[in-house]
């Protein structure tokens, strides 16, 4: 994620109804729905916030663009330590940018007063605690955390500080989520036991093997600096482009896709974080292109909530179904997926006769008499019925990372707690963790003790 190219998306804004004030239209057939809109009015020209933004790679090129657009905000500095990107910087937003390979010069900056992070994951922890240190509210991209403990520690340095932290899972500001999350709050679906949610993906780039930049090398990029903490490895430009096949940096498939599922999961079931999960899966084809690759290409996870189980499948071998979740409960059943949102009525009906038509007739007769059945019908009628008629479909443009950069500024404008901060950021990297902990265990189940914070 995201889908849309960053250039669709600049060409997106300019031909759409997607207004500068941060409107989506929700449109359900000729009915046009307005939802999600991060109010914008509070915000004076004199008020402008002032952005550095920590590690410009693809990613972060977009959530820059988000912030660019974002009335009353100005992106002041950059820093990278491969110094093309701070080329490409200039080049989408302007010479005017400061622009250096040393983050701290950023955090030195009286100026900036909120920061944006988007180095790989082994940085996360690190720069998010120093920039609220420093005095800066911090937007960084998921998963939030390396590893479990490194939560704890944002989240203590978030109460310390007073900072706010956004984290980057954007879809809990998208429309579509919060009508879903109306309609399960309503009890639309009855009682909700199974969430099944997939991602599917079948392109190199889908698996993370990125083209390697010509001149990425290490006279273009600080190869110690990229590294930080992760253990000292010769520059390998595979690692520098392709991070996320590796356990050094990264948690492949569940820190970079489950953790949004996750995230948004937590949100609509109003959950914290689960209370075990195994997972099956393996390296079955991108290992035999790129043997040096660590990752599996396939998750099949189970999580364990109080109320329902989850049930997460991803492939990085196939696209079929692509990306979506169902919350499957008593009265019917949502589908969700980036764009659309159905509702799926479900009828439940206590139909016994294929049962009842083997008994003798005298006794199907008493039974029928009994019990108020005016014959039994049919030898075989299904037990529960969908009427496709009335599915609705509520249809949204777009990622929703413009109103998720829009919902972080009107946090920090207005001192208010974002929907993603320290604690909701923990969580969905925890459930992650322990994903993997279980793959790379054997598929062994790995739980959760939410008091006393252990892992067994
Ligand atoms: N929200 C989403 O949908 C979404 C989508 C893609 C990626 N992401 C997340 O965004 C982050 C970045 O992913 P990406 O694909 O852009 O990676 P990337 O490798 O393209 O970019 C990372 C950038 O960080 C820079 N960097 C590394 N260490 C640094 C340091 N110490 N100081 C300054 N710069 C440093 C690198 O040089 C690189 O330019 C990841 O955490 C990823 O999980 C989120």
Not at 68 to 76: E, F, K, Q
Not at 219 to 245: E, M
Not at 361 to 369: I, L, R, Y
């Amino acid at each position: 994620m995201p889908r849309q190219t960053f250039m669709n998306r600049r060409e997106f804004m300019r031909n759409s109804s997607l207004s500068a004030a941060g409107a989506v239209a929700l449109t359900n057939g000729s009915k046009v729905l307005w939802a999600s809109e991060p109010g914008t009015a509070s915000m004076a020209p004199s008020d402008t916030l002032r952005v550095g933004v920590i590690g410009i790679g693809a990613r972060v090129q977009q959530d820059a663009y988000s912030f660019s657009i974002t009335p009353g905000v100005t992106l002041v500095a950059v820093a990278d330590v491969y110094q093309d990107r701070l080329t490409r910087a200039k080049e989408l937003f302007g010479e005017h940018l400061d622009t250096t390979n040393d983050y701290r010069r950023i955090l030195d900056r009286k100026d900036v007063d909120a920061v944006l992070i988007g180095t790989p994951d082994h940085w996360h922890k690190r720069l998010i605690i120093e920039a609220m240190d420093a005095g800066k509210d911090v937007y960084c991209e998921k998963p939030m955390t390396y590893k479990i403990d490194e939560g704890f520690e944002i989240i203590d340095a978030e109460k310390r500080t007073g900072k706010i932290l956004q984290i980057g899972s954007q879809w809990v500001n998208s429309p579509l989520t919060d009508l879903a999350q109306k309609w399960i709050n309503e009890g639309r679906c009855g009682d909700i036991s199974l969430v099944k949610a997939w991602e599917n993906r079948n392109t190199p780039s889908g698996a993370w093997f990125y083209p390697i930049a010509p001149d990425g090398n290490e006279q273009t990029i600080d190869w110690k600096q990229w590294l930080g903490s992760a253990p000292d490895v010769p520059f390998d430009a595979r690692r520098y482009f392709r991070w996320r096949c590796y356990w050094d940096y990264s948690g492949g498939l569940q820190t970079d896709l489950v953790v949004h599922h996750l995230n948004t999961l937590h949100y609509l079931m109003h959950e914290t974080a689960p209370r075990s999960s195994i997972t099956y899966g393996g390296s079955y084809r991108w290992k035999k292109v790129h043997p040096e690759a660590e990752v599996p290409d396939v998750v099949q996870t189970l999580f364990e909530y109080p109320n329902f189980t989850y049930n997460v499948s991803l492939t990085l071998n196939s696209s079929t179904q692509g990306f979506g979740a169902f919350f499957m409960g008593t009265k019917g059943t949502i589908q969700i997926s980036e764009t659309e949102l159905a509702f799926f009525p479900d009828q439940p009906l206590d139909d016994y006769g294929w049962v009842v038509a083997a008994w003798p007739s005298k006794m199907q007769d008493d039974f029928c008499k009994q019990n108020n059945i005016v014959g039994i019908n049919s030898p075989w009628t299904p037990g529960t019925c969908t009427a496709p008629e009335s599915v609705e479909h509520y249809n949204v443009l777009g990622d929703p990372t413009d109103l998720h950069v829009r919902a972080f500024v009107e946090c920090v404008r207005t001192r208010t707690k974002s929907k993603e901060s320290a604690v909701e950021g923990h969580n969905a990297a925890l459930g992650a963790h322990i994903a993997n902990m279980s793959y790379r265990n054997g598929s062994r189940k790995i739980t959760w003790d939410g008091q006393k914070a252990t892992v067994a």
